[in-house]
């Protein structure tokens, strides 16, 4: 699988047998556990504000889930949580709101299988860690890491008590990026050369508000801030990297086959001057020149760049962009021997470029991807249309809870596990090293152990997760 050439082959072969057959899951629990596929998964939610609860929306209508328990210092969310589970006809979950570690007594529950950490990102880590250690299988939502050796940890903790963990990016399941890795597998780009992928969503709204509505109503943020306001806003203060790269990293990754025959090996990361934030806090009706927050110095880059490099000879481009005015577009990018691809807007099928150059005889124009996406949509978006109509992020949350669901009932392992959430949320801590150094290039730890050699892709191979 090392060989690029005996690698296209396989993958070829692969996604052209029929899908279901192509590859069988390592068992989930490598750990003693006495959870039975007969009955209810029982999870508690560590978080559960404005993302958490959207979590809760989509297992609280699941027959085979019992929400056991909710922990979150904030009243106002946890509020908000248990009205979703009585709108669903559900009994209330038991509270652990004593402060920011109250969550550690949720832990103790004996009556609780799994966890969802929905939290700041300061407080993966030790969350995470923490519900490893308690025998809590994890879902764990995206970000970045803050120091490098978090990515180790992690990793640590999984290889001592096998206690698995799922990592929740919804992006992965977009339904236009699900059709392009079921092209990708089809070998219809050809041999992979490069990809593209970021964070293209101007969030000043979610980093700044009035304190008590959390979107687009103020200028304030830390204590004064509501939800994200609250804390997100204190990372563009204080850092300046690659801060969110799990949603543009995570689908190229699946196309590439990273840590599954192939590993990112080196990066390098620029940043742009920082003017947008301070911008939006002077124009905005409740700031201004004389606003506290307008003598606030932002660290963050506006644009933050990183170039990434692959064992198999492939290139990555990460662009963070969340400081300034523009539409919403991931800026996702697949380009092979055989073909290309470009997303522009949120995703829907009409919304990118396509070409190729043998189909399309040379004529060296862009097709839309209309017709593509429609013959090709993936086999799990075909099965479950229906089903995650509603959901979050125009279904992908559907599919985040459902995986994390189904592969614990049916003892199978995530396709997005331990070894992708430490690879994927090194790179802040790498970026930000890079930048500081002006730009050097700075390498990727191996945090497989040489194991990405010989590990399979497991990702969308079937119609059910």
Known sequence: MNNSNSRRTFLKTAALASFGALVLPNSLFAYSN????????????IGVGLRGQEHVKLLAKRNDVEIVAFADPEKRMLAASQKILKDNNKPAAQEFSNGEYDYRNLLKLKTIDAVVIATPWEWHLTQGVEAMRAKKIVGMEVSGAIKLQDCWEFVKVYEETKVPIFMMENVCYRRDIMAILNMVRKGMFGELVHGRGGYQHDLRGVLFNDGVNPYNSGAEFGEKGFSEAKWRTEHYVKRNG?????????PVAMMMDINRGNRLTRLSSFSSKSVGLHKYIVEHPKGGQNHPNAKVKFNQGDIVTTQIACANGETILLTHDTSLQRPYDLGFRVQ????????FGWGDFNQGHIYFEKTMNHTHRWDNTEKWMKEHDHPMWKKFEATAAGAGHGGMDFFVMNTFIECIKRNIEFPMDVYDL????????????????????????????GKWKTRKPVFGMTDEF
């Open 34 to 45: 006495d959870f039975k596929t007969d009955k209810k998964v029982r999870v508690g939610f």
């Open 242 to 250: 690659e801060l969110y790269p799990t949603h543009g990293l995570g």
């Open 422 to 449: 430490a690879l994927w949320y090194s790179i802040t801590p790498l970026s930000e090293e890079s930048i500081a150094k002006g730009g050097q290039v700075v390498d990727i730890p191996d945090f497989t152990n």
């Open 336 to 343: 092979g021997t055989e073909g290309l691809w470009q997303d």
